[in-house]
Structure formats: structure tokens, C-alpha cells
């Protein structure tokens, strides 16, 4: 089975803190994304990545960052963590081809970290 | 324009019961998938079932069946014989190009919180 883990579960910081949040995944994939969740507003894509050292912007980059220095890890960046950063945030992996075409391009997502920006 | 919309915000549905969570997509792309996840309130995001535009038949995946409707740009999740672990909060995804292999990202509806009344 896939596995994505993220480093935290729950995490508290300060209005200013550069902020550290991994994603690592098992299972070779090329592509991973980072999103995050807000009430009502469902997923929203802040960064993904295709490959090693590679990285593209998502729907709303603005104030993260991400780091990918090994295919396994994803890291997002909050250099200035900022109450409106407050949210749930989803790290997820998909490899370029899908052996199971029934679920082509399935992501596999880690349980998420709920960050509190105080 | 909001490339997928979930309307119901909240759905109930008692034990046993089938339950239908809509979900329209909006793309001019002729090639592209849809998904339903599942998210319990652990937060974990649990894939449920894949559909391909170019599928001649409605995907099924257990008590699971999507109700493909292709020219109303519609694919709603039938869920039969509803059971108290299926409240969740459910998403609609789309992925748009997906014979081409790139890190194309899922865009997500707002979700919709189903409650299993027992």
C-alpha cells in the first residue's frame, strides 16, 4: 500500500515563525502536490512537483514556498507564517503512470497537518 | 467560473437508504477524469471511485456507482445502502488532460458533509 506521511498532525506557531511542513511518501512517485483546506471552499492547490528539484506553482502560492531535494520528500515553506494561514494542509503523491487504469491518476493523500497561525 | 460545483453543503440519510451527492464539472478539455474522495473526520482523504470521459460505462466500486452524465457535464456519487460509517464529508475532483502523463493537479468542489441517521 502507498504510504504518505507528514511530519506533524497538529502544530501551533506564532504570526512571523518560518514554518517547516514535510510530506514524505514510500512508493517512488514522481508527482507530489500540497493543498489546503478551508471550510466551504473545499481543496486548493498551493505547489506540486514532478520531478526532483522541480516545482510549479499551484492556485494560490502566495507566502508558501517548497523544497524538494529528494524525490520522496516535499516540504512546504511558510517563510512568515500569517494568521490567514491558518488551515488544514494536505500533502499528496501520484506516480506518472498508473499500472491500475481503473484508478488512473489517483493522488494519494497523508492524514494532513492542522496548522494554527496565532 | 468554478470548474466543479458541489450544491448540497449538507445531505442526510437514513440507514440503509441510497443517497445521491451531486456533482457538475465545467471543461472544454475532451480528455479528463473525475473522482470522489471521502474524507471522515480523522481528515484522511480516501479515494472512492474514478471515471474517465472517454469510458463508455458508469464507474462502480462496491456500494459505490457514479452516475456519469456526460452531455449535462454532471457525475454524481450513488452511494447504496447507506451505513453510519459513511458520514464523511465527500469531494468531487477533476483532472483535466489526462491522457498526457503531466502533474496535472485535481480541482475540487466545496464538498458535501453527509450525515448517516441511524
Known amino acids: 500500500d502507498v504510504k504518505v506521511t507528514q511530519s506533524s498532525r497538529y502544530l501551533v506557531k506564532r504570526t512571523g515563525e518560518k514554518v517547516f511542513l514535510e510530506c514524505v511518501q514510500d512508493?517512488?512517485?514522481?508527482?507530489m502536490f500540497w493543498y489546503r483546506q478551508d471550510p466551504g471552499l473545499g481543496l486548493r492547490l498551493i505547489y506540486f512537483s514532478y520531478d526532483v528539484k522541480m516545482k510549479e506553482k499551484g492556485d494560490i502560492p502566495e507566502g508558501y514556498s517548497v523544497s524538494r531535494e529528494k524525490k520522496e520528500r516535499f516540504s512546504l515553506i511558510l517563510e512568515s507564517a500569517s494568521t490567514n494561514q491558518t488551515s488544514m494542509y494536505l500533502c499528496?503523491?501520484?506516480?506518472?503512470?498508473?499500472?491500475?487504469?481503473?484508478?488512473?491518476?489517483?493522488?494519494?493523500f497523508g492524514p494532513g497537518t492542522r496548522l494554527t497561525v496565532l | 467560473a468554478q470548474k466543479i460545483t458541489q450544491t448540497q453543503p449538507g445531505m442526510f440519510v437514513q440507514e440503509k437508504e441510497a443517497v445521491t451527492l451531486d456533482c457538475t464539472y465545467d471543461?472544454?478539455?475532451?480528455?479528463?477524469?473525475l473522482f470522489w474522495y471521502k474524507q471522515p473526520s480523522s481528515g484522511e482523504m480516501i479515494f472512492l471511485i474514478y471515471q474517465g470521459s472517454y469510458d463508455q460505462q458508469n464507474a462502480t466500486e462496491g456500494r459505490y456507482s457514479l452516475n456519469f452524465q456526460k452531455a449535462r457535464k454532471s457525475a454524481n456519487l450513488v452511494i447504496s445502502a447507506s451505513q453510519l460509517g459513511d458520514s464523511a464529508m465527500y469531494f468531487c475532483?477533476?483532472?483535466?488532460?489526462?491522457?498526457?502523463?503531466?502533474?496535472?493537479?485535481?480541482?475540487f468542489g466545496s464538498g458535501t458533509q453527509l450525515t448517516v441517521l441511524p
Open positions: 499528496a503523491s501520484r506516480p506518472t503512470k498508473q499500472m491500475d487504469r481503473g484508478r488512473s491518476d489517483t493522488q494519494y
Open positions: 475532483a477533476m483532472r483535466e488532460g489526462i491522457r498526457s502523463g503531466s502533474a496535472r493537479q485535481l480541482t
Open positions: 512508493m517512488d512517485h514522481e508527482n
Open positions: 471543461t472544454s478539455d475532451p480528455s479528463y477524469g
